[in-house]
């Protein structure tokens, strides 16, 4: 059986293995996008919230203009020295889903 890999790095250690097709950037057709995307990240709860599980999803969407960031949650505490490591998080999502 061959299993294909699609959307590595193209350092991946997927080029390593038997039997699998790798699709690097290089590799992948050019009428092959990403769509979208969709992240989904969690944290320990947080004090003020006993009970609350902290997960997010982040996923990408595209209504004709480029892709943005849609942010679903329950709830997700970031404090005051989290807040550039937290936009950079979100940075690194559109990234990925840009390509």
Known sequence: MTVAALFARADSIYK???DVEVYDM???PADITLEEAK???SQPQDSCAAGVGNEITISTADAGGGKF???ETSRWAVGADEIDDFAALLRAVL???EG
């Open 26 to 28: 290089e590799r992948m």
């Open 39 to 41: 992240f989904v990240f």
């Open 95 to 97: 990234t990925k889903a």
């Open 16 to 18: 390593t293995l038997p």
């Open 69 to 71: 960031l849609v942010i």
